[in-house]
């Protein structure tokens, strides 16, 4: 059987634990958009009170980026 990388990817997800404290998004834009998107995200949720970060990233036979992003759900 042959696995594509979103097949991986999709397996890979259902291992993470729903309930680690993290909130996550996930987008797919092109490049030059994503970068925008993640600047804009820990602009807003920044690293020092959030834990923010790009959890993940890859990109796509068509050159769009799909990543996530993940933060805590308050800075408290």
Not at 44 to 61: D, F, G, I, N, Q
Request: proline residues 7%; charged residues 40%.
């Amino acid at each position: 059987m042959v696995f594509r990388p979103r097949d991986l990817a999709s397996r890979m997800a259902g291992r993470r634990k729903p309930d680690d404290g993290y909130l996550r998004e996930t987008f797919t834009l092109p490049r030059d958009k994503a970068r925008a998107r993640a600047r804009d995200f820990l602009d807003r949720y920044p690293k020092a009170a959030y834990m923010s970060s790009v959890e993940s990233w890859r990109e796509l036979p068509d050159g769009d980026i799909e990543f996530t992003m993940r933060r805590l759900a308050s800075a408290d």
